[in-house]
């Protein structure tokens, strides 16, 4: 797959092309750009998407925190995977923003020279969204491409979206959230040394420093799937504020006890959890003692869990 970080570096003959945020890359995401791909290699087209950072949501409303599913490298492997031809993702800015529909529509077919433009029923760009599917459709005509509309994919009667997945996530259903995904939620970070309370209490966790800008499930002890430096392992992990220490903590942590893992191999590593079910939420416990229990309990449910799901 070719890969260009602007527009104005990437030219094509003969696009078929689809424009989005993508961001997580979710069922939606993925039926679009099979079908966009098949049916662009089928006609002996290059399969072409063009993607965004920062999302415009958070260019015309200001800075997000915990908002992207995605990190712009994570949906970079996710949309390779998809057999893409060209993937471009453009800076989006005010300038951008402040664009009329054709100026930017005449900008992509010269660099393009589109074939096809497959775009979501309700999509619109362009300054003011004034860029809608008949006023696409129309510029087609007029530059000499066609315009196709492509319908939402629902699961259980509501469209996917990644805004309904931040949903998901804020309300702690990551398996809900891993059905739109098509595969578990995952947060990737490097292993930074936190308090030390776990090792000190005989259950030693590694603190993942995760990019602010990430979605984070809401806060509460959930079974995880580990992996670093090519292995895997079971994981139970808590995100939260350590209300039994009363650390008033600013944002939530992402802490995470390795099953079957001794050592500090992993500590400034790259470390990746998939989160596949929800436990409980996160409680104050009246002592250390209670929270010792329940986090032995919580193990347990998190072994059980794992060893009665197969997951891909």
């Given at each position: 797959?070719?890969?260009?970080?602007?527009?104005?570096?990437?030219?094509?003959?003969?696009?078929?092309?689809t424009?989005?945020?993508?961001?997580?890359?979710?069922?939606?995401?993925?039926?679009?750009?099979?079908?966009?791909?098949?049916?662009a290699?089928?006609?002996?087209?290059?399969?072409?998407?063009?993607?965004?950072?920062?999302?415009?949501?958070?260019?015309?409303?200001?800075?997000l925190?915990?908002?992207?599913?995605?990190?712009?490298?994570?949906?970079?492997?996710?949309?390779?995977?998809?057999?893409?031809?060209?993937?471009?993702?453009?800076?989006?800015?005010?300038?951008m923003?402040?664009?009329?529909?054709?100026?930017?529509?005449?900008?992509?077919?010269?660099?393009?020279?589109?074939q096809?433009?497959?775009?979501?029923?309700?999509?619109?760009?362009?300054?003011n969204?004034?860029?809608?599917?008949?006023?696409?459709?129309?510029?087609?005509?007029?530059m000499?491409f066609?315009?196709?509309?492509?319908g939402a994919l629902?699961?259980?009667?509501?469209?996917?979206?990644?805004?309904?997945?931040?949903?998901?996530?804020?309300?702690?259903?990551?398996?809900?959230?891993?059905r739109?995904?098509?595969?578990?939620?995952?947060?990737?970070?490097?292993?930074?040394?936190?308090?030390?309370?776990?090792?000190?209490?005989?259950?030693?966790t590694?603190?993942l420093?995760?990019?602010?800008?990430?979605?984070?499930?809401?806060?509460?002890?959930?079974?995880?799937?580990?992996?670093?430096?090519?292995?895997?392992?079971?994981a139970?992990?808590?995100?939260g504020?350590?209300?039994?220490?009363?650390?008033?903590?600013?944002?939530?942590?992402?802490?995470?006890?390795?099953?079957?893992?001794?050592?500090?191999?992993?500590?400034?590593?790259?470390?990746?959890?998939?989160?596949l079910?929800?436990?409980?939420?996160?409680k104050?416990?009246?002592?250390?003692?209670?929270?010792?229990?329940?986090?032995?309990?919580?193990i347990?449910?998190?072994?059980?869990?794992?060893?009665?799901?197969?997951?891909?």
């Amino acid at each position: 797959m070719q890969h260009y970080s602007s527009l104005q570096d990437a030219r094509v003959q003969g696009a078929w092309l689809t424009i989005g945020a993508f961001d997580g890359v979710h069922l939606g995401h993925q039926k679009v750009l099979k079908e966009l791909t098949a049916g662009a290699h089928a006609n002996g087209a290059p399969a072409v998407a063009l993607s965004f950072f920062p999302h415009p949501v958070e260019v015309l409303r200001g800075p997000l925190q915990a908002f992207y599913l995605s990190s712009p490298e994570e949906k970079l492997g996710l949309l390779e995977a998809l057999g893409l031809d060209v993937l471009i993702q453009h800076p989006f800015d005010q300038q951008m923003a402040q664009t009329p529909a054709r100026e930017f529509m005449e900008q992509l077919n010269g660099q393009l020279d589109l074939q096809q433009l497959w775009v979501g029923h309700d999509f619109a760009l362009g300054h003011n969204r004034e860029g809608d599917f008949p006023t696409l459709q129309r510029f087609g005509t007029e530059m000499g491409f066609e315009v196709r509309a492509v319908g939402a994919l629902e699961l259980d009667g509501e469209p996917i979206s990644s805004s309904r997945i931040r949903r998901l996530l804020g309300e702690g259903r990551v398996e809900d959230g891993a059905r739109c995904l098509g595969r578990p939620y995952a947060l990737s970070g490097e292993v930074v040394k936190g308090a030390g309370r776990g090792a000190s209490i005989g259950i030693p966790t590694a603190n993942l420093q995760i990019w602010p800008k990430r979605a984070v499930p809401a806060s509460g002890v959930y079974v995880c799937r580990a992996g670093a430096g090519g292995r895997t392992w079971g994981a139970v992990t808590n995100i939260g504020v350590r209300p039994t220490f009363d650390e008033k903590l600013p944002a939530p942590v992402v802490e995470t006890h390795i099953l079957d893992y001794a050592g500090d191999s992993l500590y400034g590593k790259p470390l990746r959890l998939e989160f596949l079910a929800r436990l409980r939420d996160e409680k104050r416990f009246a002592g250390v003692d209670e929270l010792i229990a329940q986090i032995n309990r919580d193990i347990e449910a998190g072994r059980a869990h794992l060893a009665a799901k197969t997951y891909r």
